[in-house]
């Protein structure tokens, strides 16, 4: 069978920790889409470990990671990566499988990326300029490297062919020393990316089925982001859905059982696009000081509002949510009160939908306000031991989204994730 866990917000909701805490519970733990734009941020014996492309299974043992062909790979910064996890006693050679789908970032993606974002000016959309972009462009287009190409005689005809062409493109926005700069350390890395054992990822997880193992499928950003059923156009590149793992794993939704949503008790936001219930006062910035809300891979800082159970509750549809999870409970003890938004007000109309074109639309969110709890979630250890307060949020989120909370978030420790049902 295979689980699913994905962000249902615009990333960044704590997913990491949430693998690394169920991880114990399957055979298997495989990444199926996004790439280096990911930071899925967990503690190790309270060393803070951020990952990026690395699935977040791998710190424990007997569980096998794989890369699916979903994602994309820089060879560059995976290098880097692996160093920093290798470095803390993993042997990730032996517990890491790649999919050679899996599509190469190069280093002209990145000077794509960076051109595109200048040309956009003021409409730019918050890229993370690491190339993820441009390489999902090319794959699209039929222009895309592969990671199995890496070991054919010919990839570098290949890889100059595809140059070539993102050059043409490219003219003399980018410097070409920066990109001859990026070249060097891209085949340099290469020789890294050669040390793993490259698979067909598919087959390899099917089989694995069969024989009755147990995966656990990690999304990367999260729903509202998705190419498809994000704030389009500032979104991602990749389907980041629960049937993103179909695609971008090889895993047919027969086998599909639960899929666990993670939500934080509040919302936030990196780079620009609509924010319904985002905070620009006092209170969203003390948000962002007790949640230290800035971004574990770019390092900027995240816009911050109150939860929102309309985008929560079209979300939880889209994936078919079995198990929300709420991260960062604990963040909200120290705000005068608490406030969810639990329906758009629209040109006068109140509904409780997500306007595909909610970028060009004025919305007015509805609140419901309650005082906050006068004790510290992160003094609980039980479901019992939360306060009232607390129950009447998680009650309101259950009964506007129609899925039950099973598990609370309320402190980054790996311990500190308390079991509802």
């Not at 990839?155 to 700069?181: C, M, N, R, T």
């Not at 390092?299 to 509002?305: K, L, N, T």
């Not at 307060?389 to 039950?404: I, Q």
């Amino acid at each position: 069978m295979v689980d699913v866990l994905l962000g249902l917000q615009w990333g960044d909701e704590g997913k990491g920790k949430v693998v690394d805490f169920l991880a114990p519970r399957y055979d298997i733990i495989a990444r199926f889409q996004g790439g280096p734009n990911a930071g899925h941020t967990l503690y190790l014996h309270d060393h803070k470990v951020v990952l990026h492309t690395i699935p977040s299974g791998v710190f424990h043992q007997g569980i096998m990671n794989v890369i699916g062909n979903g994602v994309v790979i820089d060879p560059v910064s995976f290098e880097v990566e692996c160093k920093e996890i290798e470095a803390l006693g993993v042997d990730l050679v032996s517990n890491m499988l790649i999919s050679e789908r899996a599509h190469l970032i190069i280093p002209t993606h990145k000077a794509l990326d960076k051109a595109s974002e200048l040309a956009k000016g003021q409409n730019k959309i918050g890229s993370t300029l690491k190339g993820i972009g441009p390489t999902y462009m090319d794959k699209i287009g039929r222009n895309g490297l592969r990671v199995g190409d890496i070991i054919r005689s010919d990839f570098k005809e290949k890889y100059e062919q595809l140059k070539a062409k993102h050059l043409s493109l490219l003219g003399d926005v980018v410097p070409l020393e920066e990109i001859q700069a990026w070249e060097t350390q891209f085949f340099n890395s290469l020789q890294n990316l050669k040390k793993y054992t490259f698979i067909a990822a598919e087959y390899w997880l099917n089989d694995q089925l069969l024989q009755g193992k147990k995966i656990l499928a990690e999304g990367a950003q999260g729903t509202m982001l998705d190419i498809d059923f994000g704030t389009y156009p500032y979104v991602t590149s990749s389907n980041t859905v629960t049937a993103g793992l179909c695609t971008g794993l090889g895993i047919a939704p027969k086998w599909i059982q639960k899929v666990y949503g993670i939500s934080k008790a509040y919302c936030t936001r990196v780079g620009s696009g609509p924010f319904p219930t985002e905070l620009l006062n006092a209170e969203g910035d003390k948000l962002r000081t007790l949640g230290n809300e800035f971004g574990s891979t770019t390092g900027r800082p995240r816009r911050c509002g109150w939860i929102d159970v309309v985008a929560l509750r079209y979300a939880c549809m889209i994936n078919g949510v079995t198990d929300l999870i709420i991260t960062k409970a604990d963040v909200l003890d120290d705000m005068p009160e608490v406030s969810v938004g639990v329906s758009y007000t629209v040109n006068g109309v109140t509904s409780q939908e997500f306007p595909f074109d909610v970028q060009e639309k004025t919305v007015m969110v509805n609140y419901t306000t309650f005082p906050v709890w006068n004790k510290k979630l992160s003094d609980c250890h039980s479901v019992e031991d939360l306060p009232d307060a607390f129950h009447t949020l998680v009650k309101l989120v259950e009964e506007n989204t129609g899925v039950p909370v099973s598990f609370v978030s309320n402190g980054v420790g790996r311990d500190q994730l308390i079991v509802f049902n």
